[in-house]
């Protein structure tokens, strides 16, 4: 499979800033044949689609619910999964409960 970086300038709508950041993490958007591929560094989560406004919606959807997943364990996450969790308690993350959370 060929996978070529791209660099995308989209409306400040889509993505959280000009940076390329969502949720206020630092992205990656890739193309890899006839999908979209959108992901992170930080806690190696991603998001795919047919177009990059819906690889950005996936990752978007992926993220909430892995926080939320997390934020359900709270107290018997590993050392790894506890740092995700606090990472994620730091960033914007928009919709309902997820907003409410913050680290103690």
Same mark, same amino acid.
């Given at each position: 499979? !060929?996978?070529? $970086?791209?660099?995308?300038k989209a409306? $400040?709508?889509a993505l959280t800033d000009a940076r390329r950041e !969502?949720? %206020?993490i630092?992205? !990656?958007? *890739?193309?890899? *044949?006839?999908q979209f591929v959108i992901m992170d560094d930080e806690i190696a989560m991603y998001g795919v689609g047919d177009t990059i406004e819906i690889a950005m919606e996936d990752? $978007?959807?992926?993220v909430k619910e892995y926080f939320q997943m997390?934020?359900? +364990?709270? %107290? +018997?996450?590993?050392?790894?999964?506890?740092?995700?969790?606090r990472y994620l308690c730091t960033k914007r993350l =928009?919709? %309902? *409960? =997820?907003? *409410?959370?913050? =680290?103690?």
């Open positions: 499979m !060929i996978v070529k $970086r791209i660099m995308h409306p $400040r709508a !969502i949720f %206020g630092p992205v !990656i958007i *890739e193309k890899a *044949e006839d990752y $978007r959807n992926v997390l934020n359900s +364990k709270q %107290g +018997k996450l590993g050392p790894h999964l506890e740092k995700h969790w =928009v919709s %309902g *409960e =997820v907003d *409410e959370y913050k =680290v103690p």
